[in-house]
């Protein structure tokens, strides 16, 4: 069956580095997305990798390794504002998204 | 605001009645959605739209209707259904075929409580 993995629940502190991390196995491979999303409102889109290697956007980074299948996405410099769920989602090779449960990040003063 | 508009935002129905969501993108995307996003669940498929042709039918109940007028706005129809049925409904758009990263938006979703 296909799989994505990712921590349920991450606590940071403002003003710090956290690294979420996603592992997936599907059938095929074409993209894998985060969206980050705040209680109560729609997913937004974060940051999109097909090619192995690191985008930057900001404060926050998308890392794909495609030969381990994993991705993990960093966040720098956290503000409050940052804490909200942070979906991983993988595009198969019948071009339908799977996505993992989430991840849960709070941010602490 | 991402494009995608949703109404209503909030809905409480028992078993019996029949309500229908409805969901509009104002970015000329081909593609429509609809997910069933539960607690600490992943975002379940529901169906999928491509130039109003339904592509997508993911073994969703039959109490679960979907239209599709036009290809900016879907509808999901609903009708006896059952506790188990409360979730947050997010629908999505996208532009396909551009062999890009046809990336999916997403509208605020419509929370259901069925009782």
């Known amino acids: 069956g296909q799989n994505i993995d990712q921590p349920t629940e991450m606590t940071a502190t403002e003003g710090a580095i956290v690294q979420i991390n996603c592992t997936y196995q599907t059938s095929g491979f074409n993209g894998l997305f985060w969206y980050q999303q705040h209680a109560g409102e729609a997913p937004t889109f974060l940051s999109y990798n097909v090619l192995d290697g690191l985008e930057e956007k900001g404060r926050f980074s998308s890392f794909l390794s495609r030969s381990k299948g994993y991705s993990y996405l960093l966040l720098k410099e956290l503000q409050m504002k940052d804490s909200a769920s942070y979906l991983c989602?993988?595009?198969?090779?019948?071009?339908?998204?799977?996505w993992g449960a989430g991840t849960k990040l709070i941010i602490k003063p | 605001e991402t494009g995608v508009t949703q109404t209503p935002r909030h809905l409480v129905m028992g078993m019996t009645n029949k309500k229908s969501l409805k969901c509009e993108q104002h970015?000329?995307?081909?593609?429509m959605y609809w997910y069933k996003q539960s607690a600490k669940k992943p975002l379940e498929l529901m169906f999928v739209y491509n130039f109003k042709e339904q592509t997508e039918n993911n073994s969703v109940p039959s109490r679960f209707s979907p239209e599709c007028p036009n290809s900016s706005h879907l509808f999901l129809h609903l009708h006896t259904l059952q506790p188990e049925d409360s979730a947050l409904y997010l629908c999505a758009s996208s532009q396909t075929g551009t062999s890009g990263e046809e990336t999916q938006y997403f509208g605020p979703g419509t929370r259901l409580l069925v009782l």
């Open positions: 989602a993988v595009r198969d090779s019948n071009y339908q998204l799977i």
């Open positions: 970015l000329g995307h081909n593609a």
